[in-house]
Structure formats: structure tokens, C-alpha cells
């Protein structure tokens, strides 16, 4: 089970990863196509504060990362889990506010190892 749960984490990881490389770095030339809908001519204007969303997802990531370094199990299922909600919380915010396709990239793929440690 925890081989599964460590896949999982990894995946919601990478997931952070790459969206903290394209708030901050891609954000005016990857940005338009995955926020179809905000209005092209902002990208520029919201550079800065798109890289500073894409920081606090690096963190989420590196929160995320750091427990495959943790031998305890108790203490690694505590910050995976910390890390965890911190990422459903940022999901569902993000689903009320920006898109509701969050739901999909953030809350389950969150979810779902959440739930495993819990019942594991």
C-alpha cells in the first residue's frame, strides 16, 4: 500500500512541479492555453503574480517530495498529509474561483493518497 501511496504523492508532486514551471516561467507562452479563458493581453500584466502562485505550488511540490525522505512512518504520513490538504484546499479555492476543471488537476488527484493513508 505505501508503494501506492508514494506513486500518488509523487504524481500530485510533478503535477506541482510543472505548474509552478509554467506560472513561472512559461506563463505568457503556455499560460494562454491552459487559461483559455482569461484574456490574452493580461498574461503580460500578471507575469509577477503568476510566478508568485507558481512559488507557493513549488513549495506544495517540495513539502510533497520531503516526505519520501522521512524515516519515520508516523511523522512522513503526518506531513504527507499536512501537504496533502494543503493542495485539496488550494484545489477547491481554485475551483470556486479560477476553474472548475481544478477539481480534476488538484482536489482528487490530493484526495485520493489522502484517503489511503488514512486507511492505511
Wanted: aromatic letters at 16%.
Amino acid at each position: 500500500m505505501q508503494l501506492v501511496i508514494n506513486i500518488l504523492i509523487g504524481f500530485v508532486a510533478i503535477i506541482h512541479i510543472y505548474i509552478l514551471w509554467m506560472e513561472m516561467f512559461a506563463w505568457e507562452s503556455k499560460g494562454p492555453k491552459v487559461f483559455g479563458g482569461f484574456p490574452k493581453d493580461l498574461f503580460g500584466k500578471t507575469k509577477a503574480m503568476a510566478a508568485n502562485q507558481g512559488l507557493y505550488n513549488g513549495f506544495l511540490a517540495a513539502g510533497l517530495i520531503w516526505t519520501f525522505l522521512i524515516e519515520n512512518a508516523e511523522w512522513r504520513d503526518n506531513i504527507a498529509l499536512f501537504f496533502l490538504a494543503c493542495v485539496f484546499v488550494a484545489g477547491i479555492y481554485g475551483a470556486i474561483t479560477v476553474d472548475k476543471k481544478t477539481i480534476f488537476v488538484q482536489v482528487i488527484p490530493a484526495l485520493i493518497p489522502f484517503v489511503l493513508i488514512l486507511i492505511s
